[in-house]
T-cell receptor
Framework: GENVEQHPSTLSVQEGDSAVIKCTYS??????FPWYKQELGKRPQLIID?????GEKKDQRIAVTLNKTAKHFSLHITETQPEDSAVYFC????????????FGKGTKLSVKP | GAGVSQSPSNKVTEKGKDVELRCDPI?????LYWYRQSLGQGLEFLIY????????KSGLPSDRFSAERTGGSVSTLTIQRTQQEDSAVYLC??????????????FGPGTRLLVL
């Protein structure tokens, strides 16, 4: 079945450094790729998303890149801050499902001051 | 506007009892999803409702789990004869059926279930 692999499972960086989280997907019909941030004890919140007709999207310190040929997409956080510490989930739409997503297993990001 | 709401926020039950978890999606959202999140783990898909279509139940772990969505709005997830391994946070999400971001899922705060 469809699958989304996410790496690394944990990531520790110094404040101010960049963080990169990578995901690969298996369904070639996937065309929507959101990223969610989940702080401890809270609900997942959408932070950025990208569609298959775009290769890169930026929103302040956050960017996402998509390589459809290789079926992988990445989240880039620059100038990390302690409040970026959270678990980040990538997801990919399931082709033909009219809206369902398959999620990666998450990356726990720790930003050390 | 109001987001996705879930109740109860916490539920403690004894092994073997049945529990019902409720989800109120964002008004007008036609798609509704249930996920399970065990401690420190990812989002395990359980079930997906889209409009009047038959639900996608492919993620339900056993026949003890079932879900309903009445009137295309509120949903109830029922776990019968609960087991200790059912202890987890149960998250509900909804998404609209229009626009470019119809797949964007908006999550509720979750119900934390503890089976003793």
């Amino acid at each position: 079945g469809e699958n989304v692999e996410q790496h690394p499972s944990t990531l520790s960086v110094q404040e101010g450094d960049s963080a990169v989280i990578k995901c690969t997907y298996s369904d070639s019909a996937s065309n929507y790729f959101p990223w969610y941030k989940q702080e401890l004890g809270k609900r997942p919140q959408l932070i950025i998303d990208i569609r298959s007709n775009v290769g890169e999207k930026k929103d302040q310190r956050i960017a996402v890149t998509l390589n459809k040929t290789a079926k992988h997409f990445s989240l880039h956080i620059t100038e990390t801050q302690p409040e970026d510490s959270a678990v980040y989930f990538c997801a990919a739409s399931i082709g033909g499902s009219q809206g369902n997503l398959i999620f990666g297993k998450g990356t726990k990001l720790s930003v050390k001051p | 506007g109001a987001g996705v709401s879930q109740s109860p926020s916490n539920k403690v039950t004894e092994k073997g009892k049945d529990v019902e978890l409720r989800c109120d999606p964002i008004s007008g959202h036609t798609a509704l999803y249930w996920y399970r999140q065990s401690l420190g783990q990812g989002l395990e898909f359980l079930i997906y409702f889209q409009g009047n279509s038959a639900p996608d139940k492919s993620g339900l772990p056993s026949d003890r789990f079932s879900a309903e969505r009445t009137g295309g709005s509120v949903s109830t997830l029922t776990i019968q004869r609960t087991q200790q391994e059912d202890s987890a946070v149960y998250l509900c999400a909804s998404s609209p059926s229009w626009g470019r971001v119809r797949e964007t899922q908006y999550f509720g705060p979750g119900t934390r279930l503890l089976v003793l």
